[in-house]
């Protein structure tokens, strides 16, 4: 029987490499760490516990001309602070009605899952939740 003791690390494809990793270091955050000398391009990066893998391949599956959706595949990154995430994505232009699709953000206060999400995507539409413990005041 098999026994799995957690989740190591995600893979995205991504169709251009130094643009994703702008927005993985820059828009989210994340710490990139060392990767080994594979024969194709990637970038790795921390997440909490976990690892983000991005990798490039000429037949990668991508969601293309696709809205943000939170019932598509998607990761989620659980957040300290739902307010201040949202303030945040604001910030660097996400928004519900932004008019670049890319930057359009989905706002799920109060969940049927019971923890407060945001939804964006990465510029080749990667769908990412950030969710949160509880809203403030909830």
Known sequence: MLKIETIHHVSLPVSDLERAKRFYEEVLGLAPLERP???????????????????VHDHSTFREGKPVDSRDGHFALRVGSYEATRAYLRSKGFHPEAEDELKRMKENPR????????????????????NAERLAGF
Not at 42 to 53: E, K, N, P, T
């Open 37 to 55: 000398p594979f024969d194709f391009p990637g970038a790795w990066y921390q997440a909490g516990d976990r690892q983000l893998h991005l990798i």
């Open 111 to 130: 969940s049927t899952a019971g923890w407060p999400q945001l939804y964006i995507m990465d510029p080749d539409r990667n769908v990412i939740e950030l």
